[in-house]
Structure formats: structure tokens, C-alpha cells
């Protein structure tokens, strides 16, 4: 399977990304598709056995909107350029139709304010010039109909191929408003000078308007939701200086090859992964690990992209370029997140499906309801014309979305590398987490404290030929002579063993050494905790989430770094094949259980839990196992996940409840159920308003993930 990244242009509502996701989930040889509408971008999986990318665009553009595939970070900087320029856009139309809807409701509204005396010229008068002051309102709305025409393009094609969108409503709303007024213009002309009372040229204007700036302040507004995104983007050199024939060019990184011999100065950032050929300096990777120390850099060293050399000037081999850098690796892993769906959007889908065609149903019923109740058309219109602009879905498909934007983003700012909606969601469910002793609660460089017997020599000779910590360890601290090994072989999980003098020689966990199988003494290894360790074990059960520890090493070590870190429940000689065992023990016992780890075989334990967080520092398998990666391999970034993840759920609640609740409020309001009891109408031009209110109320509220800090 092969997956894509598309820019979609066109999207007006949640119906449009639910048209498009069932579209793409519907075509021969896509397994999976997840349409986001606050980024404007789909995320597909293919088989490209069945499927081409092409393929997939034209099935989005046969729908009636524009998409691209993305490409790197030059695509997403041309994806910027192209959001900055439709918010433009926007706002110079926005201003085109405020600037004539001022006079426009002036001229419509002015005869009937009778408290004060306005100023009003008289060759507009609509007793004594009833055409002309039909003709010229019709002279102010055309202009602004004409600066929303894509509400009436996008709007109607949808409403052709059946599938009502946002567009659809204000385009059906606004072309009855302005065709009755249009019918009553003619009357006029005809001589029927009473028709002057039923022009409803400023409900079309108005709502275009107010469609208008609510679109631009949209538009501004999720701009903002992906500024994390914009600042690691920007984080990214744009030119590398190779050394080619002795001598150094400055050329485009999109140039730059694997093999390259690039220099570097001071104070410039490093434009691609690599290592060091010649040259020191120290590097500030604060971007990548979030420690704030600077990190020397000598012959042999690996250097990642986008972190930032201080004083020293070295050059390096390029290693990694493009796509396959760790920087260009987590702007994708953010970027999917971003376009990721929580589960907890799936409640907002079904109801957009559905939703824009039964609007339209209530808006007929509506209008033909109180024709037939009072025979008075323009009260049926009034009716009419308010459910539809008022019933737009937009809050409701940015509910999600803007929240999961907001929250990945902010995670990502403080090292937290959420990798989808999902596990953004399912980690304010843990209760308990359980943690890997080795390179995750401790420092991951064991040190020999003491040894039992006369076996160290033993020991050294059989462990050099293994490369577990422990083993480094031993080796790194006897300084004598080796002896000499036959027949060794390593056990995984128990120890290793071989044949010394003669004598077969075994060394099992918890470092005992045997000779034939008689016990001969041990040697006592312990690695020190992580500073950080004690703090995060404080806080998670602050919260009151269970921590547990499990380890393969001894029941005494692991018990003495439990006691260290305040853990009080171990699982100690654990075999690695067992580990993914005792997290689903845990979750039959029904618990939600978030592991935390880092080597290899983490890794079966991270994919079983309720959610995986791999330490930055491990191993790519443990990254690409958990749904959580902590960049900076601090342990006091757990509930700092926990705490983002209920901050965005809680969030993503709100935006839910007061999308459903204006929906449901306002739907029988604007359909006349309060005028029954003698109650108001809700004006078309006010429905507008409150439309656009309610999506900016959302993406505002989201905004506010933007304050989150990791420490309480």
C-alpha cells in the first residue's frame, strides 16, 4: 500500500469533506481515506496495483473540486502562498461588497425607520419613484451576488449532482430572496407601484456580505490552527554550500545529493542529515530533542537537518536528503496528524451526510407551510430563505478538526509527536502506564556496582562477544586479560553462555554466573534513573493513573529503581515475546494501558496497548510502533501528553455541543415554530450573522489549545 497527501480547493462544509471522503472510499483499490476540512487536504491509502495518484486526483475533480498532491516542504510553501492569497482574495471582495451593502440597506431600510427622521433623497423615494428605487438596489446587488459568485457556481453544481452543500443553501436562500425581488421590480414597471413594499434585494446583499467576512475571518482563523506547522516549516534552510573540486557553491537544497561533502559555518543551520568528515563545533538540536545544551560534533559524528551550528565551522557528508531527513520525517508526521480524524469526529460526519439535505426538506416545508397557514408569500419567503442560511453545517465540520490542528501542533512545539487523531484521543483514557526500565525510567548506561566471587574475568570473556548494555558494561570495566571462548551462543531474553577451560559457563539474568551448573557467584550491574523519572511518576499519579514498570532484569535491581522513582509495582524478568502478554492482562483486567518504551522489543508490548509513546532516543522500530514519540526523552512528557490529550477532547466537546445546540436551537426559530405562539421570525440577514458567529465561536475556541503548557 502507498499513501497520499492531497490539497483539495473547494471545500465549503462538512458535507463537502464527507462528499469527497465517501468518494474516495468508494473508489476500486483506495483502502483507507480521511478528509480534513480545516487543512483542506485528504490523506489516502492505495494499492497502487489498481490505483495511480492521477487516478485519485480526477476522482476528487470529478466531484467539482480542484486537487494537488503534495509534494515536500517547497509544496507546503506554495500551499501557504496559495492560503494567503485566497484570504486576499476573500477580503477584496468582502470589502467590494460591504462597500456597496452599506448604501444598499440604507436605501431598503431607511422609508420604514419612523422613530428618526433620516436624510433620504428624494429621487429614491419609494412612494413617489418606485422604479427607481427598485432599479437602483437592484444596481447595488448585483455587484455583490456577482463578488459570491462561487457560492452560486459551487452551490448549485452540487445541488445538480445531488449532494446539497453550504453552498447550495446560501445560493437557494439568496436567488429566491433576489428572484421575488426581481419578479416585483417588473411588476413595477408594469405599473403595480404597491410591489415596491416586497423587494428583498438587501437580504440577498446582506447575507453575501456577511457570508463574505465570515469566510475571510475563517479563513484567517485556521490559518492560525496550523502556525505550528508554519514555525517548523520555517525552521528549514533553503541552500547548502558543497565542496565540489576544493571549492565551495552555494546551490538550492532541493540540489543537494547523497554523497555531497557540504560545509558548514557558524551560526548556520545544517541543511540535510549526515556526519562529520572534518572539522568540531557544537550543535544546538533543541528543534529535535528539546535539549537546550549544544551537542559537539567531531569526525564520525551524525548531524541532523535544520539544527543550528553555534561557534566551530566543519564539513559533512550528506547521508539523508529530501524526504528522507529526520526533520523532513517529523513535518510529516505532524502533518498527518493534523489531517488525521479522531473517532470522536465520526458523531459530526454522520450528521453531515445527512444533514444539508433534510435542511433543505425543513426550508420547503417551512415556506409552503405558512403560505398555506396565511397566504402571505413574503412571510413564507422570509421563512424559507432563514432556514436555509441559518442551518449551515461549518461549525459543525470544524468542530474536530481545528481542535486535533491546534492540539498535535502544540505537542509537537514541546517535543510531543502525536501521530494521529486517534491516539490524541485515546490517551485521555489511560489509567495506567507502564514503563521500560532500560534507556526509558533510567539513563540506559548500566554500570557494574559490585561483584560476587571471582568471576569477572569469566564474565568479560563471554560478554565481549555480546552486544546488550549490560555486556558493554561488564567488558567496560574489567581491564585484565580475556580468555579464550568456544561454542558461544546468546539465549534472548535469559543470558549467554559458551564453553571457557573446558568448562561450560552460563551467565543468566540478574548477571549470575554458572560453571557446569553449579552457581559461582555474580556480578551486580545498575544503571542510574533519569533525572526527570522521579518527577513524572510524581505527577502521573497526581492525576491518578497507575505506573508500573516492567523490565527483564532482576527482581532486586528492578525493585532498587523502582524505589528511586516512586513506582511501587514491578514486573520483573519479563522475556521480551512476554511483554505484549502481561499489557494484555492489564487490559483484560480493563484497564487502558499506555506503554512506554524504546528498544525493539518494546515494540510488540507498544502496538498491543491502548496507546505506544517511544522515547525520541530509541529505535526507529519503537517509533514506528507507538502512536505517541517523545522527542526529548524526558518521562515528564507522559502526562504532559495526557494532560494535551484531555485539554483537546474537552475542546473538541465544546465545539460539538455548541454546534449541535445552535443547530438545533435556531433551525425551528428561523423556521417560524416560536411565531405560532407569537413569538419573532428570525430575520434571513440576522440568520447570516449567526452563521457565521458560530464557525468563528468554534476555531476561536480551538485557538485557545494555543495556551496549553506541558507543566501544571
Same mark, same amino acid.
Given at each position: 500500500?502507498?499513501?497520499?497527501?492531497?490539497?483539495?480547493q473547494?471545500?465549503?462544509?462538512?458535507?463537502?469533506?464527507?462528499?469527497?471522503?465517501?468518494a474516495?472510499?468508494?473508489?476500486?483499490?483506495v483502502?483507507?481515506?480521511?478528509?480534513?476540512?480545516?487543512?483542506?487536504?485528504?490523506?489516502?491509502?492505495?494499492? +497502487?496495483?489498481?490505483?495511480?495518484?492521477?487516478?485519485i486526483?480526477?476522482?476528487?475533480?470529478?466531484?467539482g473540486?480542484?486537487?494537488?498532491?503534495?509534494?515536500?516542504?517547497?509544496?507546503?510553501?506554495?500551499?501557504?502562498?496559495?492560503?494567503? /492569497?485566497?484570504?486576499?482574495?476573500?477580503?477584496?471582495?468582502?470589502?467590494?461588497?460591504?462597500?456597496?451593502?452599506v448604501?444598499?440597506?440604507?436605501?431598503?431600510?431607511?422609508?420604514?425607520?419612523?422613530?428618526?427622521?433620516?436624510?433620504?433623497?428624494?429621487?429614491?423615494?419609494m412612494?413617489?419613484?418606485?422604479?427607481?428605487?427598485?432599479?437602483?438596489?437592484?444596481?447595488?446587488?448585483? +455587484?455583490?451576488?456577482?463578488?459570491?459568485?462561487t457560492?452560486?457556481?459551487?452551490?448549485?453544481?452540487?445541488?445538480?449532482?445531488?449532494?446539497?452543500?453550504m453552498?447550495?443553501?446560501?445560493?437557494?436562500?439568496?436567488?429566491?430572496?433576489m428572484?421575488?425581488?426581481?419578479?416585483?421590480?417588473?411588476?413595477?414597471?408594469?405599473?403595480?407601484?404597491h410591489?415596491?413594499?416586497?423587494?428583498?434585494?438587501?437580504?440577498?446583499g446582506?447575507?453575501?456580505?456577511?457570508?463574505?467576512?465570515? /469566510?475571510?475571518?475563517?479563513?484567517?482563523?485556521?490559518?492560525k490552527?496550523?502556525?505550528?506547522?508554519?514555525?517548523?516549516?520555517g525552521?528549514?534552510? /533553503?541552500?547548502?554550500?558543497?565542496?565540489?573540486?576544493?571549492e565551495?557553491?552555494?546551490?538550492?537544497?532541493?540540489?543537494?545529493n547523497?554523497?555531497?561533502?557540504?560545509?558548514?559555518k557558524?551560526?548556520?543551520?545544517?541543511?540535510?542529515?549526515?556526519?562529520?568528515?572534518?572539522?568540531h563545533?557544537?550543535v544546538?538540536?533543541?528543534m529535535?530533542?528539546?535539549?537546550?545544551?549544544?551537542?559537539?560534533?567531531?569526525?564520525?559524528?551524525?548531524v541532523?537537518?535544520?539544527?543550528?551550528?553555534?561557534?566551530?565551522?566543519?564539513?559533512?557528508?550528506?547521508?539523508?536528503v529530501?524526504s528522507?531527513?529526520?526533520?523532513?520525517?517529523?513535518?510529516?508526521?505532524?502533518?498527518?496528524?493534523?489531517?488525521?480524524?479522531?473517532?470522536?469526529?465520526?458523531?459530526?460526519?454522520?450528521?453531515?451526510?445527512?444533514?444539508?439535505?433534510?435542511?433543505?426538506?425543513?426550508?420547503?416545508?417551512?415556506?409552503?407551510a405558512w403560505?398555506?397557514a396565511?397566504?402571505?408569500?413574503?412571510?413564507?419567503?422570509?421563512?424559507?430563505v432563514?432556514?436555509?442560511?441559518?442551518?449551515?453545517?461549518?461549525?459543525l465540520?470544524?468542530a474536530?478538526?481545528?481542535?486535533?490542528?491546534?492540539?498535535?501542533?502544540?505537542?509537537?512545539?514541546?517535543g510531543i509527536?502525536?501521530?494521529?487523531?486517534?491516539?490524541?484521543?485515546?490517551?485521555?483514557?489511560?489509567d495506567?502506564v507502564?514503563?521500560d526500565?532500560?534507556g526509558?525510567?533510567?539513563?540506559g548506561k548500566?554500570?557494574v556496582v559490585?561483584?560476587?566471587g571471582?568471576?569477572?574475568?569469566l564474565?568479560?570473556?563471554?560478554e565481549?562477544?555480546?552486544?546488550?548494555?549490560?555486556?558493554?558494561?561488564?567488558c567496560?570495566?574489567?581491564?585484565?586479560?580475556?580468555?579464550?571462548?568456544?561454542?558461544?551462543?546468546?539465549?534472548?531474553?535469559?543470558?549467554?553462555?559458551?564453553?571457557?577451560g573446558?568448562?561450560?559457563?552460563?551467565?543468566?539474568?540478574g548477571?549470575?554466573?554458572?560453571?557446569?551448573?553449579?552457581?559461582?557467584?555474580?556480578?551486580?550491574?545498575?544503571?542510574?534513573?533519569?533525572?526527570?523519572?522521579?518527577?513524572?511518576v510524581?505527577?502521573?499519579?497526581?492525576?491518578?493513573?497507575e505506573?508500573?514498570?516492567?523490565?527483564?532484569?532482576?527482581?532486586?535491581?528492578?525493585n532498587?529503581?523502582?524505589r528511586?522513582?516512586?513506582?511501587?509495582?514491578?514486573?520483573a524478568?519479563?522475556?521480551?515475546?512476554?511483554k505484549?502478554?502481561?499489557?494484555?492482562?492489564?487490559?483484560?483486567?480493563?484497564?487502558?494501558?499506555?506503554?512506554?518504551?524504546?528498544?525493539?522489543?518494546?515494540?510488540?508490548?507498544?502496538?498491543?496497548?491502548?496507546?505506544?509513546?517511544?522515547?525520541?532516543?530509541?529505535?526507529?522500530?519503537?517509533?514506528?510502533?507507538?502512536?505517541?514519540?517523545?522527542?526529548?526523552?524526558?518521562?515528564?512528557?507522559?502526562?504532559?501528553?495526557i494532560r494535551?490529550?484531555? /485539554?483537546?477532547?474537552?475542546?473538541?466537546?465544546?465545539?460539538?455541543?455548541?454546534?449541535?445546540?445552535?443547530?438545533?436551537?435556531l433551525?425551528p426559530?428561523?423556521?417560524?415554530?416560536?411565531?405560532i405562539?407569537?413569538?419573532?421570525?428570525?430575520?434571513?440577514?440576522?440568520?447570516?450573522?449567526?452563521?457565521?458567529?458560530?464557525?468563528?465561536?468554534?476555531l476561536?475556541?480551538?485557538?485557545?489549545?494555543?495556551?496549553?503548557? +506541558?507543566?501544571?
Amino acid at each position: 500500500m502507498e499513501k497520499l497527501a492531497l490539497s483539495i480547493q473547494g471545500m465549503s462544509c462538512a458535507a463537502c469533506a464527507a462528499r469527497v471522503e465517501r468518494a474516495l472510499q468508494k473508489t476500486d483499490g483506495v483502502e483507507s481515506a480521511s478528509v480534513n476540512l480545516a487543512s483542506e487536504k485528504a490523506f489516502v491509502t492505495y494499492d +497502487p496495483k489498481k490505483l495511480s495518484a492521477p487516478a485519485i486526483q480526477a476522482a476528487v475533480e470529478k466531484l467539482g473540486y480542484k486537487a494537488s498532491a503534495d509534494a515536500e516542504s517547497s509544496a507546503a510553501d506554495a500551499d501557504k502562498a496559495r492560503k494567503e /492569497k485566497e484570504i486576499q482574495n476573500l477580503r477584496v471582495k468582502f470589502i467590494i461588497a460591504a462597500a456597496l451593502c452599506v448604501p444598499l440597506f440604507y436605501l431598503s431600510m431607511a422609508p420604514m425607520v419612523t422613530v428618526v427622521a433620516l436624510p433620504f433623497p428624494q429621487a429614491l423615494d419609494m412612494m413617489r419613484h418606485p422604479l427607481a428605487y427598485a432599479l437602483v438596489q437592484l444596481a447595488l446587488t448585483v +455587484p455583490i451576488v456577482a463578488a459570491g459568485h462561487t457560492f452560486y457556481t459551487v452551490g448549485f453544481r452540487a445541488l445538480w449532482r445531488r449532494s446539497p452543500n453550504m453552498d447550495s443553501l446560501i445560493a437557494l436562500g439568496t436567488t429566491a430572496a433576489m428572484g421575488y425581488s426581481v419578479y416585483n421590480t417588473v411588476l413595477i414597471l408594469r405599473g403595480h407601484h404597491h410591489a415596491a413594499d416586497m423587494l428583498y434585494y438587501e437580504t440577498a446583499g446582506v447575507i453575501v456580505t456577511l457570508i463574505l467576512l465570515g /469566510k475571510t475571518l475563517e479563513a484567517v482563523t485556521k490559518g492560525k490552527t496550523s502556525e505550528a506547522l508554519k514555525k517548523l516549516l520555517g525552521l528549514a534552510p /533553503k541552500t547548502a554550500i558543497v565542496v565540489q573540486d576544493g571549492e565551495e557553491r552555494e546551490i538550492p537544497i532541493d540540489e543537494v545529493n547523497v554523497g555531497d561533502i557540504i560545509a558548514v559555518k557558524p551560526g548556520a543551520k545544517i541543511p540535510v542529515d549526515g556526519t562529520v568528515t572534518e572539522g568540531h563545533s557544537a550543535v544546538d538540536e533543541s528543534m529535535l530533542t528539546g535539549e537546550s545544551m549544544p551537542v559537539d560534533k567531531t569526525e564520525g559524528s551524525t548531524v541532523c537537518a535544520a539544527t543550528l551550528n553555534t561557534t566551530g565551522a566543519f564539513r559533512f557528508r550528506a547521508d539523508k536528503v529530501g524526504s528522507g531527513t529526520a526533520f523532513a520525517q517529523i513535518i510529516k508526521l505532524v502533518e498527518a496528524a493534523q489531517g488525521s480524524k479522531a473517532p470522536i469526529a465520526a458523531i459530526g460526519d454522520k450528521v453531515s451526510a445527512y444533514f444539508v439535505p433534510i435542511v433543505c426538506l425543513i426550508a420547503v416545508a417551512a415556506g409552503a407551510a405558512w403560505f398555506a397557514a396565511a397566504g402571505d408569500i413574503e412571510f413564507a419567503l422570509t421563512a424559507f430563505v432563514a432556514v436555509l442560511v441559518i442551518a449551515c453545517p461549518c461549525a459543525l465540520g470544524l468542530a474536530t478538526p481545528t481542535a486535533v490542528m491546534v492540539g498535535t501542533g502544540k505537542g509537537a512545539e514541546n517535543g510531543i509527536l502525536i501521530k494521529s487523531g486517534e491516539a490524541l484521543e485515546i490517551a485521555h483514557k489511560v489509567d495506567t502506564v507502564v514503563l521500560d526500565k532500560t534507556g526509558t525510567v533510567t539513563e540506559g548506561k548500566p554500570e557494574v556496582v559490585s561483584v560476587e566471587g571471582d568471576v569477572l574475568q569469566l564474565a568479560a570473556s563471554l560478554e565481549r562477544y555480546s552486544e546488550h548494555p549490560i555486556a558493554k558494561a561488564i567488558c567496560g570495566h574489567y581491564k585484565g586479560g580475556l580468555l579464550e571462548v568456544k561454542d558461544f551462543r546468546a539465549i534472548v531474553g535469559q543470558g549467554v553462555e559458551g564453553v571457557i577451560g573446558g568448562k561450560k559457563v552460563e551467565i543468566k539474568r540478574g548477571v549470575r554466573v554458572y560453571a557446569d551448573g553449579v552457581y559461582i557467584g555474580r556480578v551486580e550491574v545498575s544503571d542510574r534513573p533519569k533525572p526527570s523519572s522521579g518527577a513524572a511518576v510524581a505527577r502521573l499519579k497526581e492525576m491518578g493513573v497507575e505506573v508500573i514498570m516492567m523490565t527483564g532484569d532482576s527482581l532486586q535491581t528492578a525493585n532498587d529503581i523502582a524505589r528511586q522513582v516512586g513506582i511501587d509495582r514491578v514486573l520483573a524478568e519479563v522475556l521480551p515475546q512476554d511483554k505484549a502478554g502481561e499489557v494484555r492482562k492489564l487490559q483484560r483486567g480493563g484497564r487502558k494501558v499506555a506503554m512506554v518504551g524504546d528498544g525493539i522489543n518494546d515494540a510488540p508490548a507498544l502496538t498491543q496497548a491502548d496507546i505506544g509513546i517511544a522515547v525520541g532516543s530509541g529505535t526507529d522500530v519503537a517509533i514506528e510502533s507507538a502512536g505517541i514519540v517523545l522527542m526529548r526523552s524526558d518521562l515528564t512528557d507522559v502526562p504532559a501528553a495526557i494532560r494535551l490529550s484531555k /485539554k483537546t477532547m474537552t475542546n473538541i466537546k465544546q465545539n460539538l455541543f455548541w454546534a449541535f445546540l445552535y443547530n438545533a436551537t435556531l433551525i425551528p426559530v428561523a423556521a417560524g415554530v416560536l411565531h405560532i405562539f407569537g413569538g419573532p421570525l428570525l430575520n434571513p440577514m440576522l440568520a447570516a450573522a449567526a452563521m457565521g458567529l458560530s464557525s468563528i465561536s468554534v476555531l476561536t475556541n480551538a485557538l485557545r489549545l494555543k495556551r496549553f503548557k +506541558p507543566s501544571p
